[in-house]
Structure formats: C-alpha cells, structure tokens
C-alpha cells in the first residue's frame, strides 16, 4: 500500500470520489497525475470535452451477447488486448467492463451488455476479457456486482435472493472472473440486495469480495450508486463515481473528526486509490498508436465467429453464382450495437450489402430492397411489396430482420420478445414468393421467430460490431464455417421462464423466488420445450463424439480432487469446422433440489476434415458441489453428460463419489409454476421471512424521479432534468435520435433523487436537497386532501 504519512484526512477523503465525471484525482503531493476511465464492454467510448455522447473513433466490436456465442476465451483475449491498444493511445486508464451479470430474465434491456445465462459460461469468458486488456497495462471494471439483473428501478429495487442461489449462480461468473484474472476494479450495482444497497453491504464488498475471493483492487460505484458514502466507506467502497463535488467527501472528513468512522478505515480505502492511480499513471504513460486497420480485420473475425446457424436444411453455404434479392434495411442501415452507455462511435462500418456483394462472382446479380425502416415498427405495406417483387425474380432471397434500436436498451427493459411486426410479414411474404430464402437476424436477445420452419435457414448474427456485415457474409458463402453456439435459451414464450413472473415493474422488491432454476437449469429439469436449447448451433460440417474416459483422484474432501474427463471428436465432413464440446454434470439422487444438469466445462477444438483430436476437461470438486453454509459434495453417483448442447447429449458416463456427505432424503421430482408461488417456500430457503418492501411515500432521497413526477415539485424538476441531463452526459441535441432520448428519459426517470445532488458537482448540497424533499411532501399532503375534498 502506497504511503499516505504525507496526505491530511482532507487528501484521503478526496480520493474517494473522482474528480468529474471520468477522472480520477491527482494527487500533487506525490507526484501522481489523474488518470481517466471509461465505458466499453466492446469498444472505447471515451468522451471527448464537447463531443458527442459516442465519442471518439474507436473499433466497434461484436456485443457480449454476441461475443458469448463464439465461446471461445482465446477470442475475448484477443478482442481485450485490441481494446486496451486504443486505450493507451487515448490516455485511458481504466476500462468499465466486461459485465457478467447473469441473463436471468430474456426482456432485461441490457441483455446484448451480458455474456450468458451460465455462470461459468459469463465468468470463463469475462476473465479471458480482462486478462486480454490487462495484459497491456490497462485496467478493467468488472460489473455490475451483483444481482442487477433488470433495468425497470434498476437503481432503488430491492433484489431478495436466498445464499445458494447467489453463490451458485449470481455471484458465481463474478468470482470465476476475480479468482482468474483479478481485474483492477469491481464496478457495485444500483440496487439493494436483501435490504442493504451493494454500494453500503459489508458482506458483498468485504466479507465475499475480498476476505474469500482475494480480490485486490478497487471497489467503484455505477455512476450515481453512492447511497450512504460513510457507510460506504466502512463496507469497502473506495469509489464514487462521478465526482460530487465534494459534498460527499465532506461528510466522510466530518465522520472521522466525530470520531463515527475509524480513519483506519479511510485509509485502507485511500490506500488502494493511491495503488491504482499510480498503477494506471504507469500504464497510460506508454506511448502507443492503434492500429485501426488490424482491429478492424478482428472485428470481422469476432463477428464470423459469433454468428450461429440456428437451421440450415443443407441449403447453405449459398452458391456465389446464385442472383441474390437482400432485403431488410439493415443490410444497409446496420444494427450493430445496443443502446445506452457502451455506445462507441466505429471507425468505419461494415454492411451486409457490401460483404454480400464481395462474395459474388463479378456477373452474379445482386438486388436490394428495403422491406422496413430500421428505425422504427412502422407497418409498410408498400415497402413489403417491393420487397416481394424483387424476391420473386431471384434465385436466392437473404432477409435480415431484427429489432430496431429503441427496442432495447440500458435503463429500459423489453415489454415483449417479438420482432415487428413488419419484420414477421416481410419474412413471411418473401418465403410465400421464394423457397430458397435464408433469414439473418440482428438482436441482442432473445427473440421470438413464429416462422421459424419456413426459411431454408436462419442464421443469428446478433449485434455484431462494425465488422459484422463483413463477417456474417463470410459465413453465408462458406468462407467461415459458423461454429457459435447460443450462450441463452430461446424459449418458445416469455412466459415459460421461472422467473417471469418476478421480473419487470413489481414495485421495489424483487424477489427470485426461482431459485437456482435459471434459464436452461430451468427448462431442461422442468422438461419444457424450447425454441432452441442452450449451447445450440450448427456447422457446415458434422462431428463425431467417441467414448468417455473418465479418472479421478483422491477423495472429495481433498482440496485436490479432480476429475478427467476424455472424449475423442472426429469431424467427418467435408470442410474444416470448429466444434464446442460442452460438459455438464448431473447429481443422480441428490438431497436437496437441484438442476438435472449444469455446465461444468467447454472446450473448443478446430478440425480439418476427417481429423481427430482428442479432449480432455478437467472438473474440480467444486463441480459436484451445492452450497449449504459451505460447499458441500454429497456421496454417491454422478453422471457425466457430454455433448453440443444442453440437449444434444453424445456420450455419457457415471462416476460414483464414495466420501462426501450422505445424501439423507432424496430431492425427486421438478420444480413447478406452483412452486413459484410459495411464499412459505421461499422464506425457508430465504432463511428468514420477506422484509417489507420500501414504501413509495412519504418521498425520501430514494424515490425515484418516475415516484415524483406526478407531484407538482416532482414534475417541475422532471422538467428540468430533462433539459440539463443530456448535456451532463455528454449529449448534444443533434445527437438524440429517438433511441437515444428513449434510453436517457429512462435514466433519469429511474434515478432516485439523492442522485439530483450527486450529479450536480457540488452545487446541490443534501441540505437543499432534504428541503426540496420535504416541500414536495408537503405539497404531496395538499393534493391529497384537494383530492379527498373533490371526491
């Protein structure tokens, strides 16, 4: 810890918060410069001063949704180094991302923002993130910790999760990620958890993060998450972001001088900021230029890699001596990116148009129509019609259709999973006109696809980056042969998820009354049918699995135990392909309810035609555990389930684990709808009853701007935010399309009001901000008994 002998109580305190809305403080006395850090899960958004909400230029890769799809860690380390090159040659220090938030629910808005609904899935993928960045002396943000899982209240909700499910799955890809690659911050969600808000809980950001995990850097809020900055401070919250203006700062130098907060407990904060300015002024101090043209070709490459061949009935890879009709307006207009913070502005931008036009011979006909307008659900007859008449005179129709970008986005979620409906008719129409028609999507979640069967193939390109024109033509023709496999269930209806009926607009408490059965954990032990199962996606070519070998060593109660596992893969077609081979391990009469499945391991193997290569995935004790008060492994049998999806099981086997705790009761049985609804139920496995959820009035510094509007106070300062907000994060006017004037009206109406004095820079204190709020209540009491009166 760097020493702070030369730094008042006054130095520390300012170090806990940053110095505006992207820099961290220098530190004069020591020589330390600030350092700036920045969004990017998938590209740098690095606000210039005055620019555009976007940007400087930087290399727009795939989304993690996307990016997911490639299970392929080697990818993500490539894509971070790539990254963390334009870091440097911006001067940013620290890069906020990857987020590993676990994909609970199909309609979070920030689904495209997340890697999976597997936690070993999301956190295998996020440690080969950091590592690819950290590796160039760049720092990442890893986020959002923990159980921010949906956008609606994002930043007041209440989340009420039992111990087992966070540890095995919620906090699960958060602590694979920390164990592997310890990234330099963790980023603490908005919302409580079980009570306590992540930015004020002891438990999360000490107890769990740092005296289990061994976490070593830094702790920084979401900005605008600080609730209570002294309690923050004895939690392990070294943080704020933005700066406050000091407002906060004052109100921990005033604990410490009361003697309410140990300056000991200042100082170990204070401490790992100096550590991590002075590590990222040592990074940020290597001169570097980027190579935009490299990471473009990269970009390409992430995208083809990402794609996945949802149907084919052999009909791709398509002939480049067919006549193509294109249709769909984002062949054109690409969909790229989801909306929100992670925005980044491209250095340049591939189109379908232009990959599909390289691929064709120099005589091969290529026609274009709209069908739609990517930037809104309009219904267009006419623009349909053209679109058929255009597809009736090719021998090849590709329709690319999608979700427009205000259907998803940060601080919103979905209201639904279905396309537009113009995009449903289009596809339809064209298939009507022309058999041979291929669908390509662009989403950055789940979608509904009622005619799935209709197409002679379908191939899910997600958001693909500014390569992803490019990329997804190459796997249309055969130049990659796709190998994604989706890292989400598409389920046939919302609906059918466990968690559907706890997800959205519920109030102020959450409850995840689901358990552990999230996503295919869910599906597969419930036996529901599913659109497409997770780890699905097709090849060009086949792959065959040959027998398991499994061997084990010691017994598990020994820290070293481990499984072997062995499997031969044979690719017996004709082209070279790459295959992902999924382990998962199911516990064959368990004591306590578990998933019929879950994904211990992956790995993914590339082949020439007719090459065999054997694989071999490793399983620690921790892949037979359950958490009960500590990770328990159970005696008995075990099966061993290997295959390329959660339901395309190729080779199997059954290990018997002879030490372990007896299984005392079997679990038999699913879980069901009607379980869900059992609140007796869920306060056992909650270990105690549900706390009341927080009342909407009287208003306090948490209620939102949305709880206020209709207050007359409320609504003038609505008025205002949306005026003033914008500009605070970097928007000008001629920046806001109508997505992104969706996604910062919802910003502000989530934000709660402490958040008015956060974000002010000083020039609301919380002592104005209390009257404001007692004013509005008063107010709130008039209306009230107008309205009494009236009635």
């Known amino acids: 810890m760097t020493d702070l002998t030369r730094l008042s109580v006054q130095d520390k305190a300012n170090l806990c918060s940053g110095r505006d809305m992207w820099h961290l403080e220098a530190v004069p006395a020591l020589d330390l410069d600030a350092v700036m850090i920045t969004d990017g899960p998938h590209g740098l958004r690095k606000q210039p001063e005055g620019g555009s909400f976007a940007g400087v230029a930087a290399t727009c890769f795939p989304t993690a949704t996307g990016l997911a799809s490639s299970w392929d860690p080697d990818l993500l380390r490539d894509v971070g180094s790539a990254i963390a090159g334009e870091c440097l040659a911006e001067e940013v ?57 949906q956008e609606t209240r994002r930043m007041v909700i209440d989340t009420i999760v039992d111990e087992r499910s966070l540890r095995e799955i919620y906090l699960a890809g958060f602590e694979i990620a920390i164990r592997e690659a310890q990234p330099w911050t963790v980023m603490c969600a908005y919302n409580k958890l079980n009570g306590t808000y992540c930015s004020d809980d002891p438990w999360l950001l000490t107890t769990v993060l740092r005296d289990e995990w061994g976490f070593e850097g830094i702790v920084v809020t979401d900005w605008g998450a600080t609730n209570d900055r002294v309690e923050g401070v004895r939690a392990g919250l070294d943080l704020e972001m933005p700066g406050s203006g000091g407002i906060n700062d004052a109100l921990i130098v005033e604990a410490v001088e009361a003697g309410e907060l140990a300056e000991s407990a200042l100082d170990e904060v204070a401490g790992r900021m100096l550590d991590l300015i002075a590590r990222s002024n040592g990074g940020v101090a290597q001169a570097h230029t980027a190579d935009f043209d490299a990471n473009h070709e990269l970009a390409r490459r992430a995208a083809a890699e990402s794609n996945v061949l949802l149907t084919n009935d052999g009909f791709l890879p398509l002939d480049p001596a067919a006549s193509v009709a294109l249709i769909g307006e984002f062949a054109t207009v690409p969909r790229y990116q989801g909306a929100g913070s992670s925005m980044v502005e491209p250095t340049r931008l591939d189109t379908l148009l232009d ?24 219904l267009r007859p006419d623009l349909i019609d053209e679109a058929v008449m255009l597809a009736r005179g090719a021998e090849v129709a590709i329709v690319i259709v999608g979700l427009p970008a205000s259907y998803e986005s940060e601080a919103y979620d979905r209201p639904h999973m279905r396309l537009p409906a113009q995009h449903n008719q289009l596809v339809r129409a064209v298939v009507d006109v022309n058999p041979n028609t291929v669908v390509v999507l662009s989403n950055g979640s789940v979608v509904q696809l009622p005619w799935i069967d209709a197409p002679r193939a379908v191939l899910d390109g997600f958001l693909g980056g500014q390569g992803g024109g490019e990329g997804t033509a190459r796997v249309l023709y055969g130049q990659v ?68 070998r499994v061997q084990s060593s010691n017994d598990t109660d020994s820290e070293d135990f481990e499984v072997e596992v062995s499997v031969t893969i044979t690719n017996e077609g004709s082209r070279t392909g790459a295959e992902v081979v999924q382990l998962y391990v199911r516990d064959v009469e368990a004591g306590v309810a578990r998933p019929d499945r879950e994904l211990k391991a992956f790995d993914k193997i590339r082949l020439e035609p007719g090459e065999s290569q054997p694989v071999t995935l490793k399983l620690d004790r921790r892949a037979f555990a359950f958490w009960d008060d500590g990770w328990v492994v159970e005696a008995g049998d075990f099966e061993i389930l290997v295959g390329a999806s959660s339901r395309d099981i190729r080779s199997r086997a059954t290990i018997t684990v002879d030490s372990g705790r007896a299984t005392s009761t079997p679990w038999s049985g699913a879980p069901s709808f009607e379980d869900l609804e059992d609140k007796a139920a869920f306060e056992t496995s909650l270990g105690r009853p549900v706390p009341a959820p927080d009342p909407v009035r009287p208003f ?10 209709k207050n007359p106070i409320g609504a003038g300062i609505r008025k205002v935010l949306l005026l003033a907000m914008p500009g605070r994060f970097g928007a000008k006017k001629e920046d806001l399309d109508d997505g992104l004037r969706a996604t910062l009206e919802a910003i502000i109406d989530g934000m709660p009001l ?30 009230n008994a107008k309205s009494r009166f009236r009635r």
Request: contains cysteine; charged residues 20%.
């Open 355 to 378: 990959g599909v036009r390289a691929q064709l011979g120099p005589t091969t006909s290529l026609a274009y129509a709209a069908g739609y307008e990517a930037a809104t659900d309009a």
């Open 700 to 709: 306090t510094r948490t209620s939102t701007i949305s709880d206020v509007s």
């Open 481 to 548: 042969n796709p190998s994604g496999k989706l890292a989400e269930t598409f389920p046939l209806r919302q609906s059918d998820h466990g968690s559907d009926a706890n997800f959205g607009d519920v109030g102020r408490q959450l409850q995840y009354r689901e358990g552990v059965f999230v996503g295919y954990r869910w599906f597969d032990t419930v036996g529901l049918d599913v659109l497409f199962p997770f780890g699905h996606g097709l090849s060009y070519t086949d792959f065959g699995y040959g027998e398991l």
């Open 754 to 783: 402490r958040s008015i004095a956060l974000l002010s820079g000083g020039k609301i204190s919380w002592t104005r901000l209390d009257k404001l709020i007692a004013l509005m209540n008063r107010t709130q009491v008039r209306e």
């Open 93 to 149: 220090a620290v890069l906020l991302g990857p987020g590993v938030n676990i994909k609970r629910h199909p309609l979070c808005g920030r689904n495209f923002e997340y890697f999976s609904e597997d936690p070993l899935l999301g956190g295998t993928l996020a440690a080969a993130f950091i590592q690819g960045v950290q590796s160039r002396g760049i720092g990442t943000s890893l986020k959002h910790f923990v159980a921010n899982n």
